[in-house]
Each structure stands twice: as C-alpha cells, then as structure tokens.
C-alpha cells in the first residue's frame, strides 16, 4: 500500500494549488459555491495528474533504473507490477474524467486536454528540447483554466502570462539536474542533448527576470490599480524577487533542482517567502 501511494507521487499535488489562483487573483471573497467547486476539482484534478505520473514511470521504466534516485521508484525497482500500474492508470483517470463530466462539461475538456497533452508527452514529445519544457508549462496554464471555467471567473492575461513563464523557469531548473547527471556520466533523459549547461544557465537567468518584471508590471498596470482601489500592490513584488532568488540560489549554488515540488515543500526560507507573499497580497488587496 505505501507503494501504491509513493506511485501517486502526493508531493506533487503542490502543483495542483495553481487552480486556486483564478479565485485569489480575482480579488474578491470566496463564497461557498466556489470554494467546493474549486477544492472538488483539485481532487478531480490530482487523480488524473497520478494517473499521468504512473504513465510516465511506465514509459521511463528503464532510464529510472539508471538514475541514481529514481531507479528508487515503485516501478522501476519492481515493487509495483506493470500489470497493476495500468490498472491504476485506468481506474484513475475514467474517475477523473467522468466525475469532471458531471461537474461541468468544460472542465471535462480541460481535463482530457491535460491527459491527451501529457500521455503525448511521455510517449514522444518529452524527448524534443524545449518542447518539452512548453508542454509542461502549458499543464500548469490548464491547471489556471480548471479553476476558471469551475467558478466562471474569466483569466487575464497576466495570470496567464505569470504562470507560463513561471513554469518555464522551474523546468529549466528541472532539466539543469539532468544535464549535471550527464556531465557525471549519467545519462537519464533522451533529450539531454538538446541541453547544456551553458544554455540552460542562460535561459533560467532570462526567464526569472521576465518573470520578475511580468509581476512588477501587473502590479502597476493601470486596470488592476483601479480594480483594487490601491496602488500598493506592487510591495508584494519583493517577495516574489526574494522566492526567485532563493530558488536560483538552490538550483546554482546548492546544486539541487532535480524536483520543484520537493523543494518548495522541504525549504523553510521558500515557504516563509510565499507564506509572507501570500499574507501581503491579501491585505493589500483587502481580502483578510
């Protein structure tokens, strides 16, 4: 059973807390209509992205085994069977799928883009360079749109944006664990060669400051300003440059960028740093 439950991989379900963004960002109060609707399809949401994830293990079955943590992994190490994985991948994503059809006919699209994307994913697309980085950053765009189309609270352009090139930089991060292992002789991805070092390093730079700028921009833009009646949301910025900073200094100086989710769950100076962006949103857009 602790198998079965390590195969879910639970600790990415953190990903998942971007279908809460269209009600934060929305900057009203939550009633009780949207809070369900929301929390039903983070559930609906997580059973589907497990049943992605077991794919995945399924598909990368022998490059797990050569990697030296993931080889670790339920099916990789043999303690779940290829037989019994295919049936959780069945049984999870006909729940999923079927559930979100009676919820709403347009969450049920979004989901089954989210499973024909990624099933595409890890049969082929994850082995084009930096394709493979889009396609990730498009789920968490989807994962906007689950919240959305649930609580009928149109997405701007800028959540949309911020969250794109949010996502881009953490693959980056992601696949920069992937090159250092090859560069140790290691060679765990089929589309490393696509990648270096040098590149990688570039583009995490270049995104993390479009990222930064991006924020700094909907802050100030003109709309949002009289949306929420101040102009002090901008002082949420510091955070957010803080968090990028902390995690750029994971990534390049502690040499640790293998998985987003863990990091951000494991690091105390990240999670204060989104615990005090979080509180400062709120107040200054007066929801707490």
Known sequence: MVEIFKL???????????????????FSYMDAHDNIYTLITFVLF????SSVYIFNDLMDINEDRAHPT???????????STKRAKSL???LSLTSLSLSLVLSFKLFIVLLIYFILNISYSTKLKHIAIL??????????????????????????????????LAIFLALAKRRDDVLLSLEGQETRKNIDGYN???????????????????????????????????YLYLTSFFVVLG????MQITFVEQDSGSPSKIVIKDTFLKVTILFWLISFLVVTKLI
Do not use: C
Request: charged share 15%; hydrophobic share 60%; proline share 3%.
């Open 8 to 26: 879910f991989r639970v600790h990415q379900y953190i990903k998942n807390l971007f279908i809460f963004m269209p009600l934060l960002f929305s």
């Open 46 to 49: 997580s059973l589907l992205a």
């Open 70 to 80: 993931k080889k670790y992994r339920p099916i990789a190490s043999g303690a779940v």
């Open 89 to 91: 991948i069945l049984v």
């Open 132 to 165: 493979d980085i889009f396609i990730i950053a498009t789920g968490f765009v989807l994962r906007l749109f689950a919240g959305s189309v649930v609580t009928d609270i149109n997405l701007s352009m800028w959540i949309i944006l911020m969250t794109f090139l």
């Open 197 to 231: 070092l040098e590149f990688v390093n570039a583009a995490m730079v270049l995104m993390a400051g479009v990222v930064v700028v991006s924020y700094i921009q909907y802050t100030i833009s003109p709309e949002v300003i009289e949306r929420i009646g101040t102009e």
């Open 244 to 247: 990028i900073l902390r995690y």
